[in-house]
C-alpha cells in the first residue's frame, strides 16, 4: 500500500478571469483524464471533485515521495496545454479571454496561485466534501448533489463507482 507524508489536500483552480474553460464537455474529459492518470500513476488519490464551468475543486492526497507543489504545477500545466491545443483547433473565440502579456506565455487557462488547503481533521474534510458536492446547487444547475454529472456526489450519496479513479475519503 502507497504511503502519504501529507494529508489530503482542498484544491480550488479557477479559469483565467472566470472564463467558461470548463463549459464544453470534452475539457471536464481533459481534467478528469489527467486526474485519472494521476492516480493510475500512484502521483495522488482524489476523494472527492466537481467541475464547474469556471472552475473545479477537489480533496486530493498526493502519495509517495511526490511533492505537492510538482504534482499540482505538472497537473495545471498538463490540462492548460490540452485545453489551449483543443481550443486552438477549434479556433475557438474563447483564446481571446485566455490570452496574457506574460514574458513565458500567449495564453493561460488557469488564475495562478491556486487554493490549497490542507485538511487536518476529518470534520473539516467533511465540511469540504459538502461544500464540493453543494457547488453546483447552489449554482442552479441541479436540485440534489447527485443529479450533476461531473462529481463525486453520486459516488458518496449512492454509495455506487461512478468514476474509476475516486477513492472514499474513509479508505
Not at 10 to 30: D, M, Q, S
Request: hydrophobic share 40%.
Amino acid at each position: 500500500m502507497l504511503i502519504s507524508k501529507y494529508h489530503p489536500d482542498f484544491v480550488t483552480v479557477t479559469c483565467l478571469n472566470w472564463a467558461p474553460v470548463l463549459a464544453g464537455r470534452e475539457h471536464k474529459e481533459i481534467v478528469m483524464n489527467s486526474l485519472r492518470f494521476l492516480v493510475k500513476e500512484e502521483r495522488v488519490r482524489v476523494s472527492a471533485f466537481v467541475l464547474m464551468d469556471t472552475h473545479f475543486h477537489l480533496i486530493w492526497q498526493v502519495m509517495g515521495e511526490h511533492t505537492r507543489e510538482d504534482v499540482q504545477r505538472d497537473f495545471l500545466k498538463f490540462t492548460s496545454q490540452q485545453i489551449l491545443k483543443n481550443l486552438r483547433n477549434q479556433n475557438s473565440p474563447l483564446l481571446n479571454d485566455l490570452l496574457v502579456e506574460a514574458k513565458d506565455r500567449k495564453y493561460q487557462v488557469w488564475e495562478r496561485n491556486s487554493l490549497s488547503v490542507e485538511l487536518y481533521s476529518e470534520k473539516v474534510l467533511a465540511q469540504k466534501l459538502d461544500y464540493i458536492h453543494l457547488n453546483p446547487v447552489q449554482a442552479g444547475l441541479c436540485s440534489q448533489p447527485e443529479e450533476y454529472e461531473y462529481s463525486s456526489a453520486w459516488f458518496y450519496e449512492k454509495n455506487e463507482l461512478n468514476f474509476d479513479f475516486l477513492n472514499h475519503y474513509e479508505d
